[in-house]
């Protein structure tokens, strides 16, 4: 099945500073990958997300960067504030999502310092 | 419109019991997803339902845990004889699109503590 990594674990910048999260992912029949953002204690929300016919997409200060050749998509924040400060979470999913879901990345904690 | 609704919110039970939690999806989507958060960790998918049809059932962690999808709508996971590690926040996740990949919609999850 699909096995996604994600790095790193934990990310703090500096506030309106630049962060950059990483994925791989294993299959390469995959062709969404979105990006969640989850809050303490709440649930996740998307934030953007990546279809393979695609190599970047952006939208305000988030922009997603995809590699189908290499296999991995990163996300990228710019200008970072305080309230972006949250457990972004990278996924991958098959065509027709169906029975392998979304398979998710362990997560980055991102910590923004004022 | 309303968004994909869990209850309970919060579940306390003893080891042994069994218990069941509820997810309301977004109307009209036919596609749901339950997964499963362990504190601090990522999501593990569970089970997903296409509509009426019958789930696939390779995500349980155990046969402990069984799922149904009444009506193409409420779904129920039911977890029986629970153990301390079944101790996580259980999502529920739908969405609307039958083909393609799917950008799948979150409910608050329940946070289920097994004592």
């Known amino acids: 099945g699909e096995n996604v990594e994600q790095h790193p674990s934990t990310l703090s910048v500096q506030e309106g500073d630049s962060a950059v999260i990483k994925c791989t992912y294993s299959d390469s029949a995959s062709n969404y990958f979105p990006w969640y953002k989850q809050e303490l204690g709440k649930r996740p929300q998307l934030i953007i997300d990546?279809?393979?016919?695609?190599g970047e997409k952006k939208d305000q200060r988030i922009a997603v960067t995809l590699n189908k050749t290499a296999k991995h998509f990163s996300l990228h924040i710019t200008e970072t504030q305080p309230e972006d400060s949250a457990v972004y979470f990278c996924?991958?999913?098959?065509?027709?999502?169906?029975?392998?879901?979304?398979?998710f990345g362990k997560g980055t904690h991102l910590i923004i310092q004022p | 419109g309303a968004g994909v609704s869990q209850s309970p919110s919060n579940k306390v039970t003893e080891k042994g019991k069994d218990v069941e939690l509820r997810c309301d999806p977004i109307s009209g989507h036919t596609a749901l997803y339950w997964y499963r958060q362990s504190l601090g960790q990522g999501l593990e998918f569970l089970i997903y339902f296409q509509g009426n049809s019958a789930p696939d059932k390779s995500g349980l962690p155990s046969d402990r845990f069984s799922a149904e999808r009444t009506g193409g709508s409420v779904s129920t996971l039911t977890i029986q004889r629970t153990q301390q590690e079944d101790s996580a926040v259980y999502l529920c996740?739908?969405?609307?699109?039958?083909?393609?990949?799917?950008?799948?919609?979150f409910g608050p999850g329940t946070r289920l503590l097994v004592l």
């Open positions: 990546i279809r393979s016919n695609v």
């Open positions: 996740a739908s969405s609307p699109i039958l083909r393609g990949a799917e950008t799948q919609y």
């Open positions: 996924a991958a999913s098959k065509p027709g999502g169906g029975a392998d879901g979304l398979t």
